[in-house]
């Protein structure tokens, strides 16, 4: 569900010039990324025809919102390169230092943010990057840390050090 929905941002905003042109498997595979941090098995539990009524139940929703706090403890160490979107935290004048990553355009600035899983905090002090707009795609790689930390505006699962960031474009086919 997340993956379609990653998909259809990142396609909407390939119209704007950016650093890193993606072939439509590479971008699968950065869109696979999120899927390390919140295993799909943690949302089996959500029948295939779900109906208004399950899915506003207050016990379903408590399902939910358990699945989210779920982390990947074996992604502690590994490094990775994951697509999203940067929600700037503090920064140094046009520059960041820390950020808040997410899969979807416009988290954090509407309630309810993310959840854990789906959200890294991403760390730069020795070496910030441009600010970005929150519609602004991005690729990141960099070294994960498993551990949750609260912000005002959303909790984080994971920390990326030894982070690089590059703007991300589509590469497209003559053809088309």
Known sequence: ??????????????????????????????VDGWNLLAPSELYDF??????????????????????????????????????????PLKTKGS??????????????????????NQTLLVEMPENPTNIRDIYIPIIVTGKVSVG???FDIADSGYSLTDVTVENLTFKYEDDL
């Open 46 to 87: 959500i029948p295939e025809n779900i109906d208004y009524k399950t899915m506003n139940s207050p016990e379903f929703q408590k399902k939910i919102d358990n699945a989210g706090n779920q982390i990947n403890s074996l992604m502690d160490g590994k490094v990775i390169e994951i697509a999203g979107f940067m929600v």
């Open 148 to 150: 949750s930390q609260s």
């Open 95 to 116: 520059s960041v230092t820390q950020f808040l990553l997410v899969p979807e355009a416009g988290q954090c600035i509407h309630v309810p943010p993310p959840p854990l």
């Open 1 to 30: 569900m997340v993956n379609k929905f990653i998909v259809v941002i990142l396609l909407f905003f390939s119209s704007v010039s950016f650093a890193k042109e993606v072939s439509d498997e590479y971008l699968s595979q950065l």
